[in-house]
């Protein structure tokens, strides 16, 4: 999904780029990682989440 179609399902801008950039692709093969202080709200988007509450 791109950054439009993120949006289009209800997460803000920012988060859907973060989540975007943060997913497997050629230059990060495992992908990055989106630090989030509600990390239930980012599960099952394809990208790796930093509970920031721990």
């Known amino acids: 999904m791109a950054v439009a179609e993120l949006c289009r399902d209800g997460l803000g801008f920012g988060v859907a780029a973060?989540?975007?950039?943060?997913?497997p692709n050629?230059?990060?093969?495992?992908?990055?990682?989106?630090?989030?202080?509600?990390?239930?709200r980012n599960a099952g988007l394809g990208a790796g989440v930093m509970d920031l509450n721990r």
């Open 26 to 40: 050629p230059t990060l093969p495992d992908g990055g990682l989106v630090a989030a202080v509600a990390p239930e």
């Open 18 to 23: 973060a989540v975007h950039t943060a997913r």
